[in-house]
């Protein structure tokens, strides 16, 4: 499988030893491995191995010019590899943890080519799941062009 479409929005907890069950609607997409990464906005991105190494090649290839070794240090050095367990969990690294302020609740969203997994409460402060956040979001999907 060469990429995956990942919709939706799931709400979880992290267990006490910091584990996340990835919802069983993206157990099979994983089945080789994940990749944990931090995300923009205050989220921690989860890649298919095929989807990340997508992604790291084009990262990889930047010139080795000030910009590029940052981009290359913040994402290489902050990303992990993992497996889902028998259970079908990921546990959390703390950076990461950290960099999303993960606590016990999350939501695990959908976002195309990777998943998002945000603090509950960062999820609904950004209006998320208001309906008038979603108006906003056709208005501006219109204005670009794709509706």
Known sequence: MSSAEFTGQYTHNLDTKDRLTIPAAFKEQFRTGLVLS?????????????????FAERLNALPNDKDGRMLKRRFFNNTVTDTLDKSGRVTIPNHLKQHANLTKTVVVAGSYDKLEIWAAEAWSAMGADDPQTFDDAYDLAAEKGLL
């Open 38 to 54: 931090p995300g923009v906005d205050g989220c921690v991105w989860v890649y298919t191995p095929e989807s990340w190494k997508q």
